[in-house]
């Protein structure tokens, strides 16, 4: 089965900074790739499918890029907002495999 | 827009069955796989598995032999049943349908049950 590998487990990022977080799939998978955020003690939400069209709602300072076995989730500006965890997911064939997660916070 | 209401027991014994159902409201059921989703006490998201209208299963491997996942297609729900569970299956359920090969995630989840397994 394919593995799914984000990095890194966690960073703490300046309001207004660039964020990148990379999701590594261990075989390809074109790009059936999605980025959730999940608040704590709330439901994840979908950011971004397809690696990078972004989800009706979602702001555009979220933006996903890449295919094959490597992806990016960037955060061209942190807002406070922002605090969560961020999960991708490939959704080419089951199993559909989470991403270990990545968490966000302000420094 | 479609919505996913679960329910199910919230508090089990060691070794008893959990069992949870999701109903989904509002557009399409069939065409699509509807999946189970868990998430443990500060951890990560787990896929569980998934079905779709004709009843066609995927599980994922680490809990296939305890997993069984129906479909009710008259009522637009479909079940989750876990057996033998302990401790470690201690989480909140989610159902929802994420992306397969043939669609994109809409980003349809249902409000999550919590599930506590203990002596």
């Known amino acids: 089965d394919i593995q799914m590998t984000q990095s890194p487990s966690s960073l703490s990022a300046s309001i207004g900074d660039r964020v990148t977080i990379t999701c590594r799939a261990s075989?390809?998978?074109?790009?059936?790739l999605a980025w959730y955020q999940q608040k704590p003690g709330k439901v994840p939400k979908l950011l971004i499918y397809a690696a990078s069209t972004l989800q009706s709602g979602v702001p555009s300072r979220f933006s996903g890029s890449g295919s094959g076995t490597d992806f990016t989730l960037t955060i061209s500006s942190l807002q406070p907002e922002d605090v969560a965890t961020y999960y991708c997911q490939k959704y080419n064939s089951a199993p559909r495999t989470f991403g270990q997660g990545t968490k966000v916070d302000i420094k | 827009q479609v919505q996913l209401q679960q329910w199910g027991a919230g508090l089990l014994k060691p070794s008893e069955t959990l069992s949870l159902t999701c109903a989904v409201y509002v557009g399409s059921f069939s065409g699509y796989y509807w999946s189970w989703i868990r998430q443990s006490p500060g951890k990560g998201l787990e896929w569980i598995g998934e079905i779709n209208h004709g009843g066609t299963t995927n599980y994922n491997p680490s809990l296939k032999s305890r997993v069984t996942i129906s479909v009710d297609t008259s009522k637009n729900q479909f079940s989750l049943k876990l057996s033998s569970v302990t401790a470690a299956d201690t989480a909140v359920y989610y159902c929802?349908?994420?992306?397969?090969?043939?669609?994109?995630?809409?980003?349809?989840w249902g409000q999550g049950t919590p599930v506590t397994v203990s002596s």
């Open positions: 929802a349908r994420v992306g397969d090969g043939n669609n994109p995630p809409p980003g349809y």
């Open positions: 075989q390809g998978i074109s790009n059936y």
